[in-house]
């Protein structure tokens, strides 16, 4: 017989042992929320009060007329004309006036924000976004003195320790910092075909990427921290586009805006890179640019092979001065400065890769699933689904890379596109997710 003494132990025993195994899988379960659960690195609205977060390089050069170190930006509040008002930073007036580079007394392009932001590790898989809004008060009729530059930085200089005038030390390498990711949008007006939003890896003549200099055999030489290059330092927007060249450009319209604020972003996934932007209607947020940016295989023959798959282009050697970039340390926000730009609202967000508690959880690798593949010309449709990510949009391209089909917030059903009006040839699927990944198909079109 058992005793009553005897069962209350037992019973006590079942009882600390379920609690043990509840505690445990809260904590799995805890840490994989925690894992799932964006990391806000930078957010700066400038407003009042706010803690001063970035560091500004127009103090470490003596510039204009001043005689002591001087800051040439001014924060205010801007209101464009839907009545959204946004505390704006920008460049003074005496800003705008010195800021041609070539002058020995100019800014130098030194009229950047730099935010640190640790030690940014993308090697599981993790995901950076950047945020910002940004109004001109005018749009241009040419050039780039309305752009605003945005780099995700491997290397960045230590801001406390850079003296005063590093910007004349030209033999040192790289003092300020080195360029992993950047894209660039100009205030232009629509002409021609001028492009008006560039995407790129690195910058300069160097494959860590780096900034550019200006020399002159008679008034000298010394850093521009703004400027970035192309990758072999072509300036962006020249042919060939990537990846047979160094960069991507979008055009010939406009993405600035002169009315309302825009907010524009940059999703760094593992195997993309993504500028989006909301456009004048007030539409769901357009992809402006996209790079497939995968890592570089031991048999580079491999990598260039992913790449002509993915583009319907055949190359035969890896794009100018390519690399690859896990470690991201450093944001740089350049206003060009020759005509005003206000820049509000940046925001960093490192998304970790969901990490799944064994024996609880098993996260779903995302996917896409294209039927009937091959299909036929005679056909109405395809059918897409996606399994593991909720898509924001879904587009078809030919093998040139033209956009055929595009459609936004598609439903987490099945998605449908036409194809009754296709040609016979091959296609690109291509699924973007709402936290930046992108996910992509080839599918054949036949008699």
């Known amino acids: 017989m058992i005793t009553n003494t005897l069962l209350g132990s037992l019973h006590a025993s079942w009882l600390t042992m379920i609690s043990l195994l509840l505690t445990f899988g809260l904590s799995c379960l805890t840490q994989l929320a925690q894992a799932q659960t964006p990391t806000v690195v930078v957010e700066q609205d400038f407003a009042p009060g706010t803690p001063v ?8 050069v003596l510039w204009g007329t001043y005689t002591t170190p001087t800051t040439a930006f001014s924060i205010a509040p801007i209101t464009d004309t839907r009545g959204t008002t946004y505390n704006g930073i920008t460049c003074t007036d005496s800003a705008i006036k010195y800021s041609n580079y070539q002058l020995p007394n100019g800014l130098r392009t030194s009229q950047v924000l730099d935010f640190d932001l640790g030690t940014l590790d993308r090697s599981r898989g993790d995901s950076i976004i950047v945020e910002l809004d940004l109004l001109w008060p005018v749009l241009s009729s040419g050039g780039e003195k309305g752009r605003v530059v945005v780099a995700l930085m491997h290397q960045n200089p230590d801001f406390a320790n850079i003296p005063f ?3 004349d030390s030209v033999n040192q390498p790289a003092p300020f910092g080195r360029p992993a990711y950047n894209w660039r949008v100009t205030n232009r007006l629509p002409l021609g075909q001028n492009q008006y939003a560039h995407l790129f890896y690195g910058g300069g003549k160097n494959r860590e990427g780096e900034v550019e200099k200006f020399s002159n055999p008679t008034i000298g030489s010394w850093w521009l921290p703004g400027f970035i290059s192309m990758p072999t330092g072509l300036t962006p927007g020249f042919r060939p586009l990537y990846p047979a060249g160094p960069g991507n450009s979008w055009g010939p319209y406009t993405i600035a805006n002169a009315n309302r604020w825009t907010r524009y972003k940059m999703v760094l996934s593992p195997e993309f890179c993504t500028v989006t932007y909301q456009p004048p209607n007030g539409g769901p947020a357009e992809v402006v640019n996209n790079m497939y940016i995968p890592k570089i295989d031991t048999d580079t023959l491999v990598t260039i092979q992913k ?8 190359i035969t050697k890896m794009p100018p001065l390519y690399q690859y970039w896990d470690i991201i340390t450093g944001l740089r ?3 060009n400065s020759g005509e005003r730009a206000y820049v509000s609202n940046i925001k960093v967000t490192y998304s970790g890769t969901p990490v799944s508690a064994k024996g ?4 779903e690798k995302p996917s896409i699933k294209v039927w009937p593949n091959p299909a036929s010309a005679m056909a109405d449709h395809i059918m897409v689904s996606a399994k593991g990510m ?4 879904v587009s078809l391209t030919d093998a040139m890379g ?3 089909y595009s459609a936004t917030s598609p439903t987490r059903g ?3 596109i036409p194809t009754n009006r296709l040609a016979v040839g091959v296609y690109t699927i291509r699924c973007l997710g709402d936290n930046g990944q992108q996910l992509s198909q080839r599918i054949s079109i036949q008699r």
């Open 53 to 60: 977060n970035w560091h500004d390089y127009t103090t470490k």
């Open 165 to 167: 005038g590093l910007v």
């Open 307 to 314: 790449l002509n798959t993915y583009y319907g282009t055949s």
């Open 333 to 335: 926000v350049f206003m």
């Open 360 to 363: 609880l959880i098993d996260t």
């Open 390 to 393: 909720s898509p924001t949009q």
């Open 402 to 404: 033209r956009k055929v």
């Open 414 to 416: 099945d998605i449908t």
